[in-house]
């Protein structure tokens, strides 16, 4: 499957410097459509930011409390597997934004 939820400027603006900074660029999408999701998209997301970034995980949001930005972004931050792990500058965007 094709990518075609505009993710295309993030390729943009993780080109440019992808040799200086590809070692320390994690990517985390935050998945809330569910069933809207084309089967296969995730490998495709994946596959095309895998050259950007060292890290592409995306995690599919099923929890209604975290379903909306605020929280899911406070669960990132929060998430006791990340915690010790922060990075030093954090951006949380939307694709549709």
Request: charged residues 30%; hydrophobic residues 40%.
């Amino acid at each position: 499957p094709e990518v075609t939820d505009g993710l295309g400027w993030l390729v943009q603006l993780l080109a440019p410097e992808v040799g200086k900074h590809r070692s320390k660029t994690r990517v985390f999408v935050k998945e809330k459509c569910g069933e809207a999701v084309d089967p296969g998209i995730e490998d495709a997301l994946k596959a095309e930011l895998a050259h950007y970034a060292h890290v592409v995980d995306i995690e599919h949001v099923i929890d209604e409390l975290r379903a909306d930005d605020a929280t899911a972004y406070l669960a990132h931050l929060s998430s006791s597997d990340r915690y010790d792990d922060l990075a030093d500058w954090t951006f949380f965007l939307h694709a549709d934004a």
